[in-house]
T-cell receptor, first 117, second 115 residues
């Protein structure tokens, strides 16, 4: 079974500071995709960043970047210059790149991020 | 281009009633999925589809049916509602081109309460 673990149920950060959210996953596969999704109080699921496992370079999207450690099966999200609008539940997710399981996203249980002014 | 449209947004059912949650996408995505979100549990996969006419079970399929007769629509049927099915339900769609995966687009969710 594929599992995704987010060990921090809650995190908080001061506005303009940097915070890192942790995620580990368990798989025996070599080809897969990893994602971070943000869910604000509106309930909408918003894709923050994605990473292909075959790429060694860490993905970056503006203030959001990841630290992808394939051997350690770790995929942490760093948010720089935190803003009040970053406050949300963050979900780490994983998907295999294999025909029989395409369409199956596995989610962690989420990390609730609070941003203090 | 509306993305993924879920209806209804809210629903209250009595135990034993049946209903269908609708999901439609206009992006010609081949992959569609249904998830339920419960407090402290993240999102769990109910059923998914990799194309019209092809569906498969996810982690928590019991009590739910799906079908995919067209690329656009992927309805989720609750056969006989139970209080344990009280949850927020999300439909999502995605596609893959040239070996690249572009992540999932989610609907806005349906909050279902079974009394």
């Amino acid at each position: 079974a594929q599992t995704v673990t987010q060990s921090q149920p809650e995190m908080s950060v001061q506005e303009a500071e940097t915070v890192t959210l942790s995620c580990t996953y368990d798989t025996s596969e070599s080809d897969y995709y990893l994602f971070w999704y943000k869910q604000p109080p509106s309930r909408q699921m918003i894709l923050v960043i994605r990473q292909e496992a075959y790429k060694q370079q860490n993905a970056t999207e503006n203030r959001f970047s990841v630290n992808f450690q394939k051997a350690a099966k770790s995929f942490s999200l760093k948010i720089s210059d935190s803003q009040l609008g970053d406050a949300a539940m963050y979900f780490c997710a994983y998907r295999l790149d294999r025909g029989s399981t395409l369409g199956r996203l596995y989610f962690g249980r989420g990390t609730q991020l609070t941003v203090w002014p | 281009n509306a993305g993924v449209t879920q209806t209804p947004k809210f629903q209250v059912l009595k135990t034993g009633q049946s209903m269908t949650l609708q999901c439609a996408q206009d992006m010609n995505h081949e992959y569609m999925s249904w998830y339920r979100q419960d407090p402290g549990m993240g999102l769990r996969l109910i059923h998914y589809s990799v194309g019209a006419g092809i569906t498969d079970q996810g982690e928590v399929p019991n009590g739910y049916n799906v079908s995919r007769s067209t690329t656009e629509d992927f309805p989720l049927r609750l056969l006989s509602a139970a209080p344990s099915q009280t949850s927020v339900y999300f439909c999502a769609s995605s596609y893959s081109r040239g070996g690249s995966d572009y992540g999932y687009t989610f609907g806005s969710g349906t909050r279902l309460t079974v009394v």
